[in-house]
């Protein structure tokens, strides 16, 4: 956790704007601009999804005011690629005064100003709305409200004390966006992470902290937990995140030992599923296909997957017949959420994870890196080859390899799909965008992939 990632999309032209408000009255800063008034503003480096900390720095590096993020409020990427975003802060600077070339703006002030961005003037008109309580925003995540950030940081305060652990600087905000919000903190025994999930995330810190009684040499230590709220505080585990690590032959061994924790998680199955991880065994996706199939009608993509609805069904059975029985799926794994400490792997960020089986788990890691280890040859297999290595306590390399390739060449996508079909209709508020893995991607490479399958079968490749 010592590390967050950066991505980087040099084809797009990022530029943000953010909405500090006063801290006491509905007014809103604005800076005197060549081309009239204008919202703080700057052109951001990093762009991962989520990641908040950069415009926080970089409006106490411009203005030396104290902010945190509540929400995205608009989101637009045009036909040349410019991308534009604009965030609502909550400001925590009580006797903070804009400088010479910026003045708070009240609502009726607006119509009176020439705005530099005119597009901006109805999106602050409808944060005045919220503001004076005209208009209540439904849905949001709790960390989007005012008011939020001071009580996570009286909690995490509380509980540094019951730890007896210092403080030694001020809680920084990392990530904030629909599915979670992480805060650190500097302490005398090293950094502290805090996490807050979504109600769709709603057991993570729970089901985390179990997996810690069964694995603590792989899960991130846990300092204390509110199960109603939805926080978990946790131990910096160290290291660097696998992504970092140029060595396959680490990457392999931490795909081994992710197969091993997998194979004695098929003890705790039934454990598992009474504490509550979702249940996604193969009978019980096979059984929410046909949701998908639901909205043909809207989606043109969706409504030609009917024709292969046959074959999916046979290549779903084909699976279901391995030997490899169902266990504990992360859902999210990927070389970002593994860390190497020297001789030891973590695996965190458990929001996604379930009961189904293994294989999804590493096919979808595999999707993930084709920028990474460029200079390995055979990469990919051999990461897989050292993935299947311990499940041959269930089947023949032989077969465990071809259901393997099954998976990724088509039933992969079409678990993700059923998955983020769930995740999509279930996220908090309207803001959809932010969503990082569309229903519809999967289904387009899943008709495409099924088709390909279908095509080499009748060639005789498979």
């Known amino acids: 956790m010592s590390q967050t990632p950066v991505c980087h999309f040099p084809e797009i032209k990022f530029h943000y704007y953010t909405i500090i408000p006063h801290r006491s009255e509905p007014l809103v800063l604005l800076l005197s601009g060549e081309d009239g008034w204008i919202l703080p503003h700057f052109v951001p480096v990093e762009q991962h999804f989520g990641a908040v900390g950069h415009i926080n720095r970089a409006m106490q590096a411009q203005l030396g005011i104290e902010v945190t993020v509540l929400r995205c409020v608009y989101h637009h990427l045009n036909r040349q690629k410019y991308l534009q975003r604009v965030y609502a802060l909550e400001n925590h600077s009580s006797s903070w005064n804009p400088p010479a070339w910026g003045r708070w703006v009240s609502r009726y002030e607006l119509n009176q100003l020439k705005l530099a961005v005119p597009e901006h003037l109805d999106l602050l008109k409808a944060w005045f709305d919220e503001a004076e309580g005209v208009a209540i925003r439904e849905g949001d995540v709790p960390w989007a409200i005012p008011g939020w950030f001071d009580l996570a940081s009286g909690w995490i305060h509380e509980q540094l004390n019951r730890q007896r652990l210092g403080a030694l600087s001020a809680i920084e905000q990392l990530k904030a966006w629909k599915l979670a919000c992480v805060l650190r903190v500097k302490t005398t025994a090293g950094n502290v992470y805090f996490k807050a999930t979504p109600a769709l995330f709603a057991r993570e810190p729970q089901l985390t902290q179990a997996l810690t009684k069964y694995y603590p040499a792989h899960l991130p230590v846990v300092l204390a937990a509110d199960f109603e ?86 290549l779903w059975e084909e699976l279901a017949q391995l030997g490899v029985p169902h266990t504990l799926v992360h859902g999210d794994l990927s070389p970002r959420n593994i860390y190497f400490t020297g001789d030891n792997y973590i695996y965190f960020d458990w929001s996604d994870s379930c009961i189904s089986h293994p294989f999804f788990d590493t096919v979808r890691f595999l999707y993930e890196i084709e920028m990474e280890l460029t200079d390995v040859p055979d990469a990919r297999t051999r990461l897989r080859n050292a993935y299947l290595e311990p499940w041959a306590v269930y089947e023949p390399v032989e077969r465990l390899i071809s259901a393997f390739d099954l998976c990724s060449q088509t039933l992969v996508s079409l678990y993700q799909a059923i998955l983020d079909r769930r995740l999509t209709a279930n996220l908090e508020g309207s803001v959809k965008w932010e969503s990082f893995a569309p229903v519809r991607f999967y289904i387009k490479r899943l008709i495409f992939q099924v088709a390909t399958y279908l095509q080499l079968s009748l060639r005789g490749v498979y």
Do not use: T
Request: no cysteine; proline share 3%; glycine share 4%.
């Open 229 to 314: 709220k939805r926080w978990i505080l946790m131990r910096d585990v160290g290291g660097k995140i696998l992504q970092q690590v140029p060595d396959i032959l680490m990457w392999e061994a931490a795909l081994r030992r992710f197969a091993q924790i997998q194979i004695d998680s098929v003890q705790h199955l039934d454990s598992l599923i009474a504490q509550g991880w979702l249940d996604m065994r193969l009978d019980r996706l096979a059984s929410q296909i046909h949701l998908l199939f639901q909205d043909a009608l809207r989606e043109p993509e969706i409504a030609q997957l009917l024709a292969f609805a046959p074959q999916l069904a046979a």
